[in-house]
């Protein structure tokens, strides 16, 4: 049976309907859509059709040049920008710690010049006590032995006046005995005995 095409007002205001009559020519049944008109196409992502691939590729090599544009104009210097900043940071603090590391150790070895000086100075004055002691010890032996020296030969001068004196007593003892002896070996002595008789 032979359809008659209808107003376009008896579509019951679906569009798309009205679209697909005015493109084919011929009435689309109310509720239909373009899609059920032309399902015998075939469907799928559009992205492994292979008429969409020239746009494909230009976008790509387009987005491709964009990110190289961005990561070495952009992303990348500032990554070596950090880096570089990071190591020169980690140099200057090794050297820093190296310089600070020289400095200690040649305070330590200034320091241990000190102590090495300073025991050495303790050392001589020490030794300087030393000799100014065994000094003055030796000064004041030598005054003692010349005191006593003194008195010993004081003692030995009297000792000699009191035996020259005792020996001068002793003379005049001897001499008052032989006289004594004399006188009573000579007359005197029988005198004296016969006037006791």
């Known amino acids: 049976m032979a359809t008659t095409p209808t107003p376009s007002g008896d579509h019951d205001g679906n ?3 009205e679209a697909a009559e005015a493109v084919h020519g011929h ?14 196409e075939g469907g799928g992502l559009p992205q492994f059709r292979v008429e969409y691939w020239g746009g494909q590729i230009i976008w790509l090599l387009i987005l491709f040049a964009i990110l190289y544009f961005l990561l070495a104009r ?10 570089d ?3 020169e940071t980690i140099a200057g603090a090794l050297d820093e710690a190296r310089r600070t590391q020289g400095e200690a150790d040649a305070q330590a070895q200034a320091l241990q010049r000190e102590i090495e000086t300073g025991r050495a100075e303790a050392r001589r004055l020490a ?4 000799g100014k002691a065994q000094a003055d010890l030796n000064a004041r032996l030598a005054a003692e032995d010349q005191r006593l020296a003194g008195q010993v030969a ?6 000699r006046g009191m035996r020259d004196q005792a020996m001068t007593n002793v003379q005049s003892i001897a001499a008052d005995i032989s006289q004594a002896i004399v006188q009573k070996l000579t007359g005197g002595a029988g005198r004296a005995s016969g006037g006791v008789a």
């Open 85 to 87: 900043t990071r190591a």
């Open 127 to 130: 030794a300087d006590a030393q």
């Open 154 to 159: 004081e003692a030995e001068t009297r000792i």
């Open 15 to 17: 569009p798309v309907a």
């Open 27 to 40: 009435e689309v049944p109310a509720g239909t859509s373009e899609v059920a008109h032309h399902g015998g």
């Open 74 to 83: 952009v992303f990348i210097p500032r990554l070596r920008k950090v880096v």
